[in-house]
């Protein structure tokens, strides 16, 4: 069982050093260990019509101009699920909104009940970029009008918050959609959908602002999001945690998509000098807990500015007992303060 938090936030090693007579990129690098690691085994091979879900993945880029933002994104996959030979159920996305210079971004988890889980955390994650770019950017043209190819259009300024009512009704659907097909036509109730592709989702924007970017993101389910202080090392919950220091029992309840509540979580905050804006799964946030551990001392250390991607999926893939499941993490910095430039 998952523990809530972890205490002592002992320093890490981020890598196990180089022989002697070898330099660093003669060796291969070695998993990190956080306090006790779990067992080391050769991960078993999914199932054979898993080709989409390879092990693990990762993205990494800047956009353009002084006020301009660095991405990072790297998903993994569990031990447990390399031992069972079950895909990577999470499922990490980010695209830059051109005209705005921001970022739209989906992070997913795969409920590990649905049968097709990892498809469900996929298309969520897609269906949700497509429509914040959307709406993002409004409609093209007016009505009637003819738009060439090529041609600037001048699009309309988006008025207030983003509709995320209306984003996360538009994933449910096409996960429903999906559901129609794999049932060959068959109109899907909601439970047919959950059972075959529940997934948690937490997905949202960061747009340049004079007063800095601003970050307006919601969630389904239980994966989360941070405010990491780069000068303290100390994580700022953007949602409520799933426990604290005076919870007894932890819940692993979760009403994930299709269901849209009538209510959204969501959040806003500004992504000032010296902090870094973090979204994960819970195979991230089970392991960090309130981030005074070991996994927060590391992770703190090694995000202070925007890391390679592929060491990004380095890091997430650490080792730590009785923590198995999937990771992913995405990360936003502004390039003004320590970003890529």
């Not at 260990?33 to 050769?42: A, C, D, I, L, S």
């Not at 054979?48 to 993205?59: G, I, M």
Request: with cysteine; glycine share 10%; aromatic share 8%.
């Amino acid at each position: 069982m998952n523990a809530p938090h972890e205490e002592g936030a002992a320093p890490v090693a981020p890598v196990r050093p180089a022989p002697a007579g070898q330099t660093s990129w003669q060796t291969p690098w070695q998993r990190i260990e956080v306090g006790t690691p779990g067992p080391e085994f050769e991960a078993k091979a999914p199932g054979q019509y898993a080709f989409d879900f390879p092990d693990s993945e990762c993205d990494g880029w800047s956009t353009a101009g002084p006020a301009g933002l660095t991405l990072r994104s790297a998903s993994v996959r569990g031990a447990k699920h390399r031992y069972y030979r079950q895909p990577r159920q999470d499922a990490a996305r980010a695209a830059v909104h051109e005209s705005t210079g921001g970022i739209a971004f989906a992070v997913a988890d795969g409920v590990s009940s649905a049968t097709s889980s990892e498809f469900g955390a996929l298309e969520a994650c897609r269906a949700v970029l497509e429509r914040m770019l959307y709406l993002l950017s409004g409609q093209p043209g007016q009505p009637g009008q003819q738009v060439q190819p090529g041609q600037p259009v001048q699009l309309p300024a988006r008025q207030g918050p983003l509709d995320f009512q209306d984003v996360a009704r538009h994933a449910a659907e096409r996960l429903r959609q999906l559901a129609q097909w794999r049932l060959g036509g068959q109109e899907p109730t909601v439970s047919d959908v959950a059972a075959l592709y529940a997934t948690t989702l937490v997905a949202g924007t960061v747009l340049p602002d004079p007063a800095g970017p601003l970050v307006e993101l919601f969630r389904i389910g239980d994966s989360g999001a941070w405010l990491l202080d780069t000068s303290t090392g100390r994580y700022e919950p953007l949602f409520g945690l799933k426990s604290d220091a005076d919870t007894v029992v932890v819940s692993n309840v979760v009403t994930p998509l299709p269901s849209v509540p009538d209510q959204l979580e969501r959040t806003t905050a500004r992504l000032t000098p010296g902090r870094v804006l973090l979204v994960a799964t819970d195979g991230f946030g089970d392991p960090l807990g309130d981030g005074d551990g070991q996994v927060g001392a590391l992770f703190a250390s090694q995000l202070a500015v925007p890391p390679a991607p592929l060491w990004l999926a380095h890091l997430l893939d650490f080792s730590r007992e009785t923590f198995d499941d999937d990771r992913s993490l995405l990360a936003v910095w502004p390039r003004t303060t320590g970003g890529a430039s």
